[in-house]
């Protein structure tokens, strides 16, 4: 039954004559490890393929929707191996293709009846080059935006084209949601048609000029070996130890997601390793000589190879030889320069480390806050809800002007010219302890350099009456009034001591309700409410307006009001959610997954 079965199949698809096909094929010379590049690269696009299909089953194209979208794949069974396969398989595609121009360049397998095999091949590795840069961007990341941005930028300058191309590519002026539809378009049906039509061709041109016994002499022919199985077998071999490269990468290493794409983070662009020949050519022909660096050198480098089965006829041998290795050597150290001068000139650039130590840092906590779900409003509004990236941020723009925020190791922000207290660990006990003794209150670290250096709390000495463990009690009293995350534990250890610290306060004769307010003790005065004290409301309220009657009414020194209008919040410096930003982060209180160090979960 079996053979009848093989025979129906063979009487409609000619199955048989498959294998007898491939077994008539010959190899001049003997099979060898080096003729292994092309059928690696064809079926490494296979997995590109194959991958792909399975990566756009879970792809959604928008701007709001791209990243979050990346992530659950990644959270899916194999998920975050097969994304791996895919964007190490790019990388292998790019190499194993330049690899085999090498080798034809090297061996001479472009001459006479090859050219049309040579020239549709040498047209794969640019094509596979714009393939990856409309691919990169697809993930959503700050880094792919950035990079499409650049890349347009270059297309753009080309001669008549570069606008409309410039267009395609971005759908619009800037990158949104048309750039990644425009971009899904190109990746996944335009450029592997191309590709495909391009590469099905090659492949006839190769089985075309593939030589068969019927072709040679008789004396030639004792010298050939069939390509079937003897060079199968080592294809076959070499394309297994080229994926288990890439399957490792993809295991171990995986497809890195960067932060989630916004045009307010900081990022300094920078092209995938195989474009850095390109991007550090650009230095030597600025401004408007820049189109000699993106069209014109590159043209005539593809040219030069287009036409090299033309030069390859002049001269002897020996002249061949040394024209094609010379070809070799001039554009590997070319690329090679080009590529390395390019890493190191980063690698001494202190801005760039750091703002790639940065794009790390916020992809690294992007994932973090993704553990709890993305946003309605996509994954764009992690960063930009999270106090621990923001609130540096606003603290950088609107406060480091007179406050530093700089902690015992010496890390953190600093002011050029401070002329405010240091904010790092603002309502803690150690902070308020410092600001309790008068030497510390009146140095620069705190209001020394202010118009209260001089003020009662100096003056009076209003806690040298006080017994140690009363100012540790009054300390953890008013530290307690904050609330910070990161002291929950520690004021529930310590509640009877916070009670008592809390009376010591309200005791007139300590001093502190003649100036202060707290709680029901008191009166508003020329000092601030302590009720409260370093909470979230209490921080709001007063970066909001710290002239108000429960803070500094008539001795404000030079703080701004940064929302004082309640009414119309557009004429506020900052609207609530960044007062909330930005106190949340002055507290300590952002979410942190539970199994780090750090403040509790929101």
């Not at 590469?199 to 593939?210: D, I, K, S, W, Y």
């Not at 690329?335 to 992809?363: E, P, V």
Request: net charge neutral.
């Amino acid at each position: 039954m079996w053979h009848n079965v093989v025979d129906w199949l063979d009487a409609r698809t000619g199955m048989r004559r498959f294998p007898n096909g491939r077994g008539r094929r010959v190899i001049p010379g003997g099979p060898g490890w080096i003729k292994t590049t092309g059928a690696c690269l064809l079926w490494m696009l296979v997995v590109q393929g194959v991958t792909g299909l399975v990566l756009l089953s879970a792809y959604s194209p928008s701007v709001a929707s791209a990243w979050g979208s990346v992530f659950f794949m990644e959270q899916m069974p194999a998920g975050a191996f097969i994304r791996g396969l895919h964007y190490f398989g790019t990388q292998a595609l790019i190499i194993l293709a330049a690899v085999h121009v090498v080798r034809l360049l090297l061996t001479g397998d472009f001459q006479a009846p090859r050219e049309i095999v040579w020239v549709t091949g040498l047209l794969v590795l640019p094509l596979l080059m714009v393939w990856a840069v409309t691919g990169n961007p697809l993930s959503g990341t700050q880094r792919g935006f950035a990079q499409i941005t650049v890349e347009s930028n270059i297309a753009g300058a080309t001669p008549i084209i570069g606008p409309a191309v410039e267009r395609v590519l971005l759908g619009g002026d800037e990158v949104g949601n048309l750039t990644l539809t425009h971009l899904n378009v190109l990746h996944v049906m335009l450029l592997p048609l191309l590709a495909g039509l391009l590469g099905l061709f090659h492949l006839h041109q190769v089985r075309r000029n593939a030589l068969s016994p019927d072709a040679l002499r008789p004396a030639e022919q004792a010298e050939t070996v069939p390509y079937w199985p003897h060079q199968s077998v080592r294809d076959l071999v070499m394309f297994g130890i080229v994926f288990a490269v890439v399957a490792s990468l993809a295991w171990h290493y995986g497809a890195p997601l960067e932060a989630p794409a916004d045009p307010n983070l900081h990022h300094v662009p920078r092209p995938e390793w195989y474009f850095l020949f390109l991007f550090e050519l650009r230095r030597y022909f600025p401004g408007s000589a820049e189109i000699i660096a993106t069209l014109i050198i590159p043209g005539a480098v593809l040219t030069l190879l287009v036409l090299m089965p033309l030069f390859d006829r002049l001269g002897g041998r020996r002249l061949r030889l040394s024209l094609r290795a010379g070809v070799v050597v001039v554009l590997c150290a070319a690329w090679g320069f080009l590529t390395l001068s390019s890493i190191a000139r980063d690698r001494q650039d202190q801005a760039y480390q750091a703002s790639r130590k940065h794009d790390l840092a916020l992809a690294a906590r992007a994932l973090e806050l993704a553990q709890r779900g993305i946003p309605p409003e996509g994954a764009g509004q992690l960063l930009r809800g999270d106090p621990r990236t923001q609130g540096p941020v606003l603290f950088a723009q609107y406060c480091a002007g007179c406050h530093t925020h700089v902690d015992a190791r010496g890390t953190g922000i600093s002011s050029s010219t401070p002329t405010a207290p240091n904010l790092a660990g603002f309502a803690s006990r150690a902070w308020i302890a410092n600001v309790l003794t008068a030497k510390k209150f009146a140095s620069p670290e705190f209001f020394g350099n202010t118009a209260f250096h001089g003020s009662e709390m100096v003056e009076a000495g209003v806690t040298d009456h006080l017994e140690p463990d009363q100012l540790r009690q009054v300390i953890a009293a008013l530290s307690a009034e904050a609330a910070l995350p990161y002291q929950t534990g520690l004021d529930t250890a310590d509640g009877e001591a916070i009670r008592k610290g809390i009376a010591l306060i309200q005791d007139e004769s300590n001093g502190c309700i003649n100036c202060h307010k707290f709680r029901d003790a008191g009166e508003l005065g020329d000092a601030p409410d302590l009720t409260g004290y370093g909470s979230r409301a209490w921080i709001m309220a007063f970066i909001s307006d710290p002239t108000h009657a429960r803070f500094y009414r008539d001795t404000n020194d030079r703080m701004p009001r940064f929302a004082p209008d309640a009414r119309m919040p557009r004429n506020n410096l900052l609207d609530k959610v960044q007062l909330g930003l930005l106190a949340d982060w002055l507290r300590g209180q952002w979410y942190v997954p539970a199994t780090s160090d750090g403040p509790k979960k929101e």
